[in-house]
């Protein structure tokens, strides 16, 4: 058994000596971020086996090494190549290297050309209904739902990334103006992006049990909500709100 003693000391161990943080481990993975946090601060102390093995692979250990401390298996270093094969596959009949030549390198039995580029990195974060949203900064079980969707991005998030999928019209703007995010449009929010004014934020009002997604706006030193559709109202930002998260992302699905 290893010394570590619990599923997220292991998981950390290995991603500190990959120098791996959350969100690139998500992005390799398919793992929600949220729920790479919860293991790593013992809050799910029994995540999905499926979700280890895709944790294990991307780590080069095994499910059961992050489930029970079980013995690490030897495994050979990503850029091992003997001495001979990297040789033979670059030289001519003298043992020389051949001039001009663009080689390929075998690695872990990836196989690249030198000069490819790489490919933009993918992060993937859950699909969150409303409510969840609104408790998402509090607990982070709500990423932990059987049924939760995993959507693909771009973007890397600086906290906590989640999507969610706009309800109602009061974020349509009229036609000729942009942005316009009519309902069923798919937005990606990030919890530790800077909440400016002329940004379009998430945020829970009074009296209100899910969040509200609006403009904020600021007008003689008070800030407002500010929905895209001019038949909606503003909404004052007052002490008891809180502005959950910033947008970063939208697409719609035709």
């Given at each position: 058994m290893n010394d570590d003693a619990s599923i997220g000391s292991r998981l950390r161990r290995l991603m500190e000596e990959q120098e791996l943080g959350e969100n690139e481990l998500a992005r390799r993975t398919g793992v929600p971020q949220p729920t790479i946090h919860r293991i790593l601060k013992g809050a799910s102390k029994s995540p999905r086996i499926s979700n280890l093995e895709k944790l294990a692979n991307a780590l080069g250990t095994t499910a059961s090494y992050l489930a029970h401390g079980d013995v690490l298996p030897q495994r050979a270093g990503l850029n091992?190549?003997?001495?001979?094969?990297?040789?033979?596959?670059?030289?001519?009949?003298?043992?020389?290297?051949?001039?001009?030549?663009?080689?390929?390198?075998?690695?872990?039995?990836v196989h690249r050309l030198a000069k490819a580029k790489p490919a933009p990195p993918t992060y993937h974060y859950p699909l969150l209904r409303w409510t969840q949203a609104a408790a998402i900064l509090q607990s982070y079980s709500a990423a932990e739902s059987v049924d939760l969707r995993v959507e693909p991005s771009g973007f890397q998030t600086k906290g906590t990334g989640f999507w969610l999928e706009v309800k109602g019209d009061a974020m349509a703007a009229p036609t000729g103006v942009a942005p316009s995010l009519p309902e069923g449009t798919m937005v990606l929010f990030d919890s530790d992006e800077p909440a400016i004014p002329g940004k379009l934020v998430l945020a829970t009002i009074p009296d209100s049990q899910g969040a509200t997604f609006r403009k904020l706006i600021e007008e003689s030193g008070q800030r407002y909500l500010k929905p895209l559709n001019p038949s909606y109202p503003l909404i004052l930002l007052d002490k008891t709100s809180e502005i959950i998260a910033v947008a970063l992302e939208a697409r719609t699905r035709l």
């Open positions: 091992e190549v003997s001495n001979h094969d990297s040789t033979a596959s670059m030289s001519g009949p003298s043992g020389l290297p051949f001039p001009n030549v663009l080689a390929t390198v075998a690695t872990a039995g």
